[in-house]
């Protein structure tokens, strides 16, 4: 048979692109509504999705204390709102981002029980440790731990968590997984690491089909290092999309969402991201380096590195910004024919890029739409995509024993 | 005027946890035109309520879900962002009851104002949505909290939204006091004549006969505002205990409660006095398919 390809649709706010909550099939207002969310969950089990993902963050968007108008927030809470999906669907797997950092053992635990039981074994869990500085004091703290100790603390906490599901599973009433599937998105060796001891699925960022490839076959390699079978888990990188019915139309069409950017939104968002304020200043003059590294609560040498080459090329903040923004977070974004994405998703699979992808949908839900109507009957016509669930738990629809053992 | 009479029952079978077992009750009180349906009760909280009423958002249209909260194993800002994102899932249809588990005393009142001061930081009309001018929000509604309290120190903003209600409707329990005077809806012993402006409802013990007429004359002085049912039924039983309830209750005193508009709107009840004091539930901008 050949190979199959694992989708799972990457929901956060309004999608992928800073501009695409103004497009014109984008509906932000949805985001407060269960009808959305109930006609989105049905668009990715109809799609045959693995699971829809919820990304969080434990912090308001903004910088310096300055919260911005123009960048579609808040994001309400993962679980609740998988939750709810869960009672309107009854394959997609339901997968929430919590932090091990800013959550005991004991609240992951009964949390995710709770999540099991109640969607009947589609409960999921995307580990993160909590990178952003502002979401130390919304936990009485005054900083973030560093990395190496997040990640030291992450291991004991889900150790700890699977303790207490095993407990929670003999005491019943029963978790139809066992526990929940375990997710992971470490970059870092520390990352990497943690996430090769535990995940039983990855996404990563892989901008080109060569570091898909150097990614899963690391990933691969610390897997078997540390005795596990890399054939159980998947390595989902990110994947964006624009489509359209011919290659110029998708061009158009990308153009098109870009074009919604204006500066000041340009800045609001190199602002969130370079964690420093920069909306009080010019954005014809130039990049105010020496500022940014002074009040930047991101380690100054990672802001450098992306600000010193543009600085030093002379290019005015505006525009600095508004390039900044068109490239989202370092994913690989396809512009194309729906047959084109489908052609492109075979080769990286077949190459051993990927199992799978993380499909992060350009804004919502028309960019999903447009994915489930141009791309999945490709993918399904090919063989390459199921037309139905295998089984009802996650673990099932991964491809994994639906139900791991308890240890007595 | 006339006063509308409320009904809750709280439940606490851990086997509410499995769908099949936990859609057929909820079925059963929205059938039973249960205003309250609490999840777990001072003393007895055997699953993570906050989940179960997200899940239970889309399968009501008329009942609250109340979810009980623990102080212990619980922190607000979490609390306020699932309770934020379930009062938009149930249209405002959302309460909270939070109890002190195995927490130390004033954690509890600690936890109700440091989630209040985090749901205020966001004004009721911060979101514009207007996608011609690119205009999202506007950032002078949003203000950070500071929140400093004995157990809880809490920055914010909160990434959620000001709550559509404003704030849920905070359910406790007279029996169980958390050192917080001014909740939405106390449930109540025996009826009392008291000059708070909560909604009382008198507790049922398991199994207890119901003597309307009493009831009724208690609701008459203005004692009562309506009962509240503690079951303990197992999960299968419950459908049917509900379904009693709402056969005793066919002919209640006063009206009931309208079936439209926010729980805080149909129960008639003001917002809490929080720092920020703003009189109304988030705004936002129609969904449109
Ligand atoms: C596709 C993808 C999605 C992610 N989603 C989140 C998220 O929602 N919340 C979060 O705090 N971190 C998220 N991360 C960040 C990772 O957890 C991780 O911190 C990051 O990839 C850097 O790796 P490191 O922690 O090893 O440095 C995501 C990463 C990737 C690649």
Known sequence: MSKQIHLWAFLQGIGFFPTGWRHPRARPEG?????????????????????????????????????????????????????????????????????????????????????????????????????????????????????????RNAVDVVAKACELWAAMDRAGPALPQGRPVLVQAGQSPEGRDFAARTAEAIFCPAANIEAGIDFRNDMRHRIAGVGGNPDGVRVMPGLSCVLGGTEEEARTNHAAILDMGDVPLAIEYLSESLCCDLTAYDPDAAIPVDDILAKTLLPPADVAKSVRPAAEKGTPLGDFAANFMRHPRGHNVFIGTGEQMAEMMIEWRDSGACDGFTLQPSYMPGGLEDFAEQVVPVLQKRGRLRTEYPGTTLRETLGLPARLKVEA | MTRSFIVSACVTDADLAVPELARPVIAAAEAAGLDLLMLGRAGARPFDAQVLAAWAAPLTSRTAIVATVPASNAHPFHVARALSAVDFLADGRTGWSVIAEDAEPGAAADMVRAARALWDGWGADTLVIDKESGVYLNPDQVVRPNYRGPFFDTAGPVNAMRPLQGQPVLVLDEAAPIGIDDA????????????????????????????????????????????????????????????????????????????????????????????????????VPEYVA
């Open chain 1, 31 to 151: 985001v407060f509504s269960m009808e959305y969310y109930a006609r989105v969950a049905k668009m990715a089990e109809d799609a045959c999705f693995d699971a829809i993902v919820f990304g969080d963050q434990l912090q308001s968007r903004g910088a310096g204390g300055r919260t911005p108008g123009r960048l579609a927030m808040p994001t309400l809470d993962p679980v609740s709102l998988l939750m709810a999906m869960a009672a309107v669907t009854e394959r997609v797997g339901l997968v929430a981002t919590v932090s091990t950092t800013y959550n005991t053992p004991e609240m992951l635990a009964e949390r995710f029980a709770a999540m099991d039981r109640i969607s009947g074994g589609r409960a999921g869990w995307n580990i993160v440790t909590t990178a952003h500085p502002d979401t130390a004091p919304n936990f009485g703290e005054a900083e973030l731990p560093p990395k190496d100790q997040r990640y």
């Open chain 2, 184 to 283: 939405d809806v106390v449930l109540v012993d025996a009826p009392d004549a008291a000059a708070e402006s909560a909604r009382r409802l008198l507790k049922i013990a398991p199994g207890a006969e119901v003597d309307s007429a009493a009831l009724a004359a208690s609701f008459d002085t203005g004692e009562i505002d309506g009962v509240h049912f503690m079951l303990t039924e197992s999960a299968a039983a419950l459908p049917a205990a509900i379904a009693a309830i709402g056969a005793l209750l066919a002919d209640r005193p006063g009206t009931v409660p309208a079936i439209t508009g926010t729980l805080r709107e149909r129960l008639g009840l003001a917002l809490p006095q929080t720092a920020s004091t703003q009189a109304k539930g988030a705004f």
